[in-house]
């Protein structure tokens, strides 16, 4: 196969996904180059969407400039693609003691983080949680089914765009003359998730994965939530009587092996959340790309102009990742600013 493309991007997770959509916006030809390898992030991810940091009560970094964009261009793309995979609903965060409560409260009258906390419970809103000291109400937050997205989007990909099914090989890489295999190209974007560990040019950079381990749950007596629910641990829905647990973060062990400290973990934070009996059915486990400062990884590389990168959206990727997308696109096609807290460039010495 002899052929030329605009970009090639490697890995279709979350990323790949949305910088896919983007740059097939653009008029930009794309070609995709994934393998679904273990541990994928994106494959689990419980795709929430929050603008509060719970522990302390503060706003997510550019939570302003992030949510609105995000929910405004996942609802685009379900028009464009004929899918439903936003769900928007609060998120109820319990009181884990008195004190916790108090910050919650001075935060909401001395702050605009109020814009995001509606309402603060005193009291149990529900019988099945321990909730006793009431909890506060979170919104707009939400979830992306992020399995459905990147599967339907798959399926707008093969048709819009070209697919490879395939282990990116970077023995086939001809940097001098811009060829992959006999494929000519402009651009390599590389989403590789935590793989970037493996990628020979972007190894440099401050990736610090964390694995992340989640519960299915089956609870009986529970049909349907209409939340999402916090407290150390959150708990959503997936269909009746079933529900997703999470999650851990371990900087250890990168592979999708579920360990008993896991498990172990969540079942007791699950305890200190529920008051009513649930089953475990199944553990999910993944890998997040998250780095060192916490900030995405997105940019050239320092000497090969035709390589960039795409990746390190931690545990944050469902909300950072539309308008990031667009910052890098605009930047891309257009020569706009890449936004310096992102920018690669920052590691440069
Ligand atoms: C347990 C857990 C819960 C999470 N919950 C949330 C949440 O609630 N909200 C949220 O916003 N985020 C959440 N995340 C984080 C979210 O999953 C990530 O931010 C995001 O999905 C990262 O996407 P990615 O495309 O960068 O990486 P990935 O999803 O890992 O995708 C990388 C893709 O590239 C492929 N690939 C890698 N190397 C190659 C190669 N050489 N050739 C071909 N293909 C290759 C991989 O196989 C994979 O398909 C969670 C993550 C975990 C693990």
């Not at 400039?65 to 995979?85: G, M, N, R, V």
């Not at 884990?96 to 005193?122: A, G, Q």
């Not at 979170?138 to 599967?151: Q, W």
């Amino acid at each position: 196969m002899s052929s030329s493309t605009d970009y090639i991007i490697v890995g279709q997770g979350l990323a790949g996904t949305l910088l896919a959509h983007k740059l097939i916006e653009e008029k930009k030809r794309v070609l995709i180059i994934n393998t679904n390898l273990p541990a994928m992030s994106s494959k689990v991810a419980a795709g929430i969407i929050n603008p509060v940091a719970v522990k302390r009560c503060n706003k997510s970094w550019n939570i302003d400039l992030f949510l609105p964009y995000a929910i405004q261009y996942y609802k685009q793309l379900e028009q464009k693609l004929s899918s439903k995979f936003l769900k928007i609903s609060s998120i109820y965060r319990l009181f884990s003691s008195l004190e916790n409560r108090k910050t919650w409260e001075i935060k909401c009258s001395n702050t605009n983080i109020s814009k995001y906390v509606n309402y603060i419970y005193l009291d149990s809103q529900y019988s099945f949680l321990k909730d006793s000291l009431g909890g506060a109400s979170i919104l707009p937050a939400g979830r992306l089914d992020v399995e459905k997205f990147l599967n339907i989007s798959k399926e707008y990909l093969c048709e819009k765009a070209t697919y490879l099914s395939d282990q990116f090989d970077f023995s086939c890489l001809n940097l001098d003359n811009n060829i992959y295999k006999s494929i000519s190209f402009n651009k390599i974007i590389f989403c590789e998730g935590f793989r970037m560990l493996d990628n020979p040019y972007f190894n440099y950079l401050p990736l610090r994965p964390t694995k992340g381990e989640m519960l299915v749950v089956n609870i009986p007596t529970l049909s349907s939530i209409d939340k999402i629910l916090s407290k150390d641990i959150w708990m959503i829905q997936l269909k009746p009587f079933h529900f997703l647990v999470g999650a851990t973060y371990q900087h250890q062990d990168f592979d999708d092996k579920p360990t008993e400290y896991g498990v172990a973990y969540l079942k007791s934070k699950l305890n200190n959340m529920l008051s009513i009996e649930y089953k475990i059915i199944n553990v999910l486990v993944g890998v997040r790309p998250t780095t060192k400062d916490r900030k995405p990884l997105i940019g050239l590389h320092k000497t090969y102009k035709n390589l960039a990168i795409f990746n390190g959206f931690g545990s944050k990727g469902v909300v950072q990742g539309p308008f990031l997308t667009a910052n890098f696109v605009n930047f891309l096609t257009k020569g706009q600013k890449l936004m310096e807290d992102v920018d690669i460039q920052r590691f440069r010495v």
